[in-house]
């Protein structure tokens, strides 16, 4: 039997669960830490949450435990704060 796949469009319509808003308020309440104003950190959250649901595998220099203050990596690495990348050092912000 085949598992049913969703096409990406379709998974941005189902509802969130618990554990999606849990999420995604520690990340609007990460980016506000890191700077942004709330309708900014939600709106990062909600294309963070999209991302997720597409499978995709790229990150931002943003939600990174090695992202500092001073907008720098603190492995030396390149950063790229919004844009989405393949990183290897990437590291999540632990709750
Ligand atoms: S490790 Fe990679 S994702 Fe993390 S802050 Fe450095 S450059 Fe950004």
Redesign the pocket.
């Known amino acids: 039997m085949t598992p049913a796949v969703i096409p990406p469009s379709q998974r941005l319509d189902l509802p969130w669960c618990d554990r999606k808003i849990a999420r995604f308020k520690f990340r609007v309440a990460l980016f506000m830490r890191r700077g942004m104003t709330e309708d900014q950190a939600k709106a990062l959250g909600d294309r963070l949450s999209a991302r997720d649901a597409d499978l995709d595998e790229r990150?931002?220099?943003c939600?990174?435990?090695?992202?500092?203050r001073s907008r720098?990596?603190?492995?030396?690495?390149?950063?790229?704060?919004l844009q989405l990348?393949c990183?290897?050092?990437?590291?999540f912000v632990k709750p």
């Open positions: 990150r931002i220099c939600e990174c435990s090695n992202f500092q720098t990596c603190a492995l030396r690495l390149p950063t790229s704060p990348a990183c290897h050092g990437f590291d």
